[in-house]
Antibody, heavy 123, light 108 residues
Framework: EVQLVGSGGGLIQPGGSLRLSCAASGFNVSSNYMSWVRQAPGKGLEWVSMIYSGGSTYYADSVKGRFTISRDNSQNTLYLQMNSLRVEDTAVYYC?????????????????WGQGTLVTVSS | EIVLTQSPATLSLSPGERATLSCRASQSVTTYLAWYQQKPGQAPRLLIYDASNRATGIPARFSGSGSGTDFTLTISSLEPADFAVYYCQQGSNWPPLTFGGGTKVEIK
């Protein structure tokens, strides 16, 4: 069974750092497209970052230079290192897998999602 | 950045009725469009990809149509479990991937 379990959220002051983790089971993060998507309280969805199976990474302009996506293949875990956090980064952060069907995988659609981990940036 | 505009913001319907949700893109996304359903406290669920293909395990009452800039999600006969917020998302021109603002389907 495919499962994604996010962790690492919490309350952090502006300017601080936090690392989110997303432990995967039932598939290998190393061979899939993996993304982080966030949702501010009461708001819509915002894509944050993606890592390809080959290691290429992509970011939203709002987090570029501050956030880093990575993975540990041995731990089958996806990470999001968040530095220089701002109040506007407050959100539930979801990890998500690129959708695969019929032998084809799509980096830009998401089928399995983690349960979300809340990051609150406040003084 | 491609902006997706969803309408209406809220749709008030009764179980058994047909729901029609709209998503308009600021420029063509050809058919690189998905629809998601999100219930309170839950992660989104992929319903439709490539504008009209149902994702694995999605019931046939959900259908998607459109291409270019105008897209529609139709729920043929609403069931109680279908009352939720629905988002469209484009995968044509990225980064960034972008989502619409959502349509809430509520019980009338």
């Amino acid at each position: 069974e495919v499962q994604l379990v996010g962790s690492g959220g919490g309350l952090i002051q502006p300017g601080g750092s936090l690392r989110l983790s997303c432990a995967a089971s039932g598939f290998n993060v190393s061979s899939n497209y993996m993304s982080w998507v966030r949702q501010a309280p009461g708001k819509g969805l915002e894509w944050v970052s993606m890592i390809y199976s080959g290691g290429s990474t992509y970011y939203a302009d709002s987090v570029k230079g501050r956030f880093t996506i990575s993975r540990d293949n041995s731990q089958n875990t996806l990470y999001l290192q968040m530095n220089s956090l701002r109040v506007e980064d407050t959100a539930v952060y979801y990890c998500a897998r690129g959708y695969c069907s019929g032998g084809r995988c799509y980096p830009y659609y998401f089928d399995y999602w983690g349960q979300g981990t809340l990051v609150t940036v406040s003084s | 950045e491609i902006v997706l505009t969803q309408s209406p913001a809220t749709l008030s319907l009764s179980p058994g009725e047909r729901a029609t949700l709209s998503c308009r893109a600021s420029q063509s996304v050809t058919t690189y469009l998905a629809w998601y359903q999100q219930k309170p406290g839950q992660a989104p669920r992929l319903l439709i990809y490539d504008a009209s293909n149902r994702a694995t395990g999605i019931p046939a009452r959900f259908s998607g149509s459109g291409s270019g800039t105008d897209f529609t999600l139709t729920i043929s006969s609403l069931e109680p479990a279908d009352f939720a917020v629905y988002y469209c998302q484009q995968g044509s021109n990225w980064p960034p991937l972008t989502f619409g603002g959502g349509t809430k389907v509520e019980i009338k």
